[in-house]
């Protein structure tokens, strides 16, 4: 019986036309497909559980035009095949046009009809071309095969920034001291004084600041409207809207806030613009800085 079987197999590959390709496994994960095509037609090759299929088009074939492609689930779509020679790999290509060997990462292909990758044969002129696929579970050549798209993908040059769009699924909106230029201001007062001048429409985000005093005093950062915020007046990063409820210094004291690197704080009047003042509760001299920006 098993010797009848074999001898009808026989027969049946011996008679099989120039466009028939068998698709047989070779060991667990390892799949082999060929075809001598003298007329336009398709080689494809089963690829559940493989990870490479090696393409070989070899014979007497002229005027060859043929495509790599690989099944996504859906349709038949180009893939990117290495052209091999000597050993090393060449330059991607989703297209041929004689004789060679490629290489083809199989890894995000899925089965059809038992195949997933093909060899797509669109013209001949003459002769034969004999197309082989050998697909492997085992490791190919140490490249990442990428469908072809519209998004351009390459390779990151040394210290070349990146853009994250999401962190978790949730979308990341940037800090204002992160993404603007900073503006910075000298503090060198004995009274109270306009420090930032608001922008219509735009809060004032204070990204760093060191304040300190020569002798006890209390200091705030208010803001609000006029020459020295006395109206609308509202604390920021100190407190209250007095200096009297703001930070309480001894003597050579005084505080660090923020490494510019995000925001410690910023005003809050409604439409934006309101200035920026020191408020001191006594004439003593209190100096510093502060990085801010507006937006």
């Known amino acids: 019986m098993i010797r009848r079987y074999i001898m009808l197999l026989g027969l049946l590959v011996g008679l099989a036309p120039s466009a028939w390709a068998v698709n ?45 492609q690989c099944y996504d689930g859906t349709a038949w779509q180009s893939i ?74 390459g390779a990151l040059s040394a210290n070349q920034s990146i853009n994250l769009a999401q962190r978790g699924g949730t979308n990341i909106v940037a800090d204002p001291c992160e993404s603007l230029a900073k503006s910075y201001v000298k503090i060198s ?6 420090l930032i001048t608001g922008t219509s429409g735009k809060q004032t985000y204070f990204c760093s600041m060191n304040v300190g005093a020569a002798a006890p005093v209390n200091v705030a950062i208010v803001e609000g409207t006029g020459s020295t915020c006395g109206t609308g007046t509202l604390g920021t990063v100190s407190g209250g809207a007095t200096a009297a409820t703001g930070w309480n210094f001894a003597a050579n004291g005084g505080l660090t ?17 309101a200035n920026v003042c020191i408020f001191v509760s006594a004439a003593v001299q209190v100096s510093g800085n502060i990085g801010y920006v507006q937006q």
């Open 257 to 273: 806030y923020g490494d510019g690197r995000a925001a410690v704080g910023a005003t809050a009047t409604g439409g934006g613009g």
């Open 24 to 68: 047989l496994p070779t060991t667990a994960g390892d799949y082999s497909a060929s075809g001598a095509l003298t007329a336009t037609g398709t080689v494809a090759v089963q690829v559940n559980g493989t990870s490479t299929v090696f393409v070989s088009v070899s014979g007497t074939g002229a005027g060859l035009a043929f495509s790599f």
């Open 189 to 194: 007062v004995t009274a109270n004084t306009q």
């Open 80 to 153: 990117y095949a290495w052209p091999l020679s000597g050993g090393a790999l060449g330059t991607a290509v989703t297209t041929g046009s004689a004789n060679g060997n490629w290489f083809i990462n199989s890894a995000g292909c899925a089965a059809t009809s038992n195949t997933g990758v093909r060899v797509n044969l669109t013209a001949i002129t003459s002769g034969t071309a004999t197309i082989k696929l050998n697909a492997s579970a085992g490791d190919g050549p140490s490249s990442v095969a990428l469908l072809p798209g519209s998004n351009t993908i």
